[in-house]
């Protein structure tokens, strides 16, 4: 398994770049391999889309897919404010609590309405987004978005899958403190 992902990230990595290589192209190759690379090159990003995956996974029925969604959607939408400059107060708290948050309620086993849940989770991947947004390229946006919204994506699917594999047990929820205790150590860094 280790060597397939090994494969699998060098194709992720070199592919785009290859398709992009040829004269005649616009110069943004780097921009989808950037963007792929930005939720999980800091730790308060993986954690918080891994956890989101958790969540969904302890919850079950239609969080699995709705909880993703809304986080991804709002994610481009947080996206695309900070790529315009438009400011978002406390985003770094906000990305930050994210973790802490959904790790508690994974630890907790926490069954909130989805109607308290959605919201919530809305503004977590705005904040995120605002961040992905607001450090990414001058150009290729499109592109980057892209490939941070497939990287988010597929965290968060990373997360249902190992939550499910871990039965929504007790493991389950020793990650999730753990997950929020990784948070609080974030805050301090």
């Known amino acids: 398994m280790n060597a397939l992902m090994k494969r699998l990230t060098l194709a992720a990595i070199l592919l785009p770049s290859a398709a992009l290589a040829h004269p005649g192209h616009v110069h943004d190759e780097g921009q989808f391999v950037h963007g792929l690379a930005h939720p999980v090159g800091g730790a308060d990003h993986l954690l918080a889309m891994v956890a989101l995956g958790l969540l969904a996974a302890q919850l079950g ?3 699995v897919w709705a909880l993703p969604v809304t986080f991804v959607g709002a994610m481009l939408a947080g996206g695309a404010m900070g790529a315009g400059g438009m400011g978002f107060p406390a985003v770094e708290p906000m990305i930050l609590a994210s973790v802490v948050i959904l790790g508690v309620l994974v630890a907790m086993a926490a069954r909130l309405p989805m109607a308290a849940l959605v919201p919530m989770v809305a503004v977590f991947g705005a ?15 499109a592109l980057y978005a892209a490939g941070f919204a497939l990287a988010t994506m597929a965290l968060h699917l990373g997360g249902i899958a190992f939550g499910r594999l871990l039965s929504r047990g007790l493991e389950l929820r020793v990650l999730g403190g753990g997950t ?7 805050t301090v860094a």
């Open 61 to 63: 029925g239609r969080a």
């Open 127 to 141: 904040a995120h987004g605002w961040a992905h947004g607001a450090e990414g390229p001058a150009t290729g946006l």
């Open 180 to 186: 929020a205790l990784a948070g609080l150590a974030l």
